[in-house]
């Protein structure tokens, strides 16, 4: 059974920024996308960011320009760098590997907020 460990989060005023750190106990070495989704409360799971192992990334609308995703293939791990945060972007974030199925972190808050 794959298991994803997050790492990171926390509070962040407005205009501040975090890092969010997910690794996978291990990943197909022919084909991954790994990323992260987002939800607030009483809202939808959303598309942050993900990547696949030949390095195409996808950004959800709202984080475009602020967030960056990356991916430390050595280590089966992948970063968000997040920029610039709005109290929109208080939610509880999920990792996800999708291979061959899908796996699911146990989620991460974050919060920003002065």
């Known amino acids: 059974q794959v298991q994803l460990v997050e790492s990171g989060g926390g509070l962040a005023p407005p205009g501040g920024s975090l890092n969010l750190s997910c690794t996978a106990s291990?990943?197909?070495?022919?084909?991954?996308?790994m990323g992260w989704h987002r939800q607030a409360p009483g809202k939808q799971r959303e598309l942050v960011a993900d990547?696949?192992?030949?390095?195409?990334?996808m950004y959800g609308d709202p984080v475009k320009g602020r967030f960056t995703i990356s991916t430390d293939n050595a280590k089966n791990t992948v970063f968000l760098h997040m920029n610039d945060l709005k109290p929109e972007d208080t939610a509880v974030y999920y990792c996800?590997?999708?291979?061959?199925?899908?796996?699911w972190g146990q989620g991460t808050q974050v919060t920003v907020s002065s």
């Open positions: 996800y590997l999708q291979q061959s199925q899908g796996y």
């Open positions: 291990e990943r197909n070495p022919r084909y991954w996308l």
């Open positions: 990547i696949t192992k030949l390095g195409t990334s």
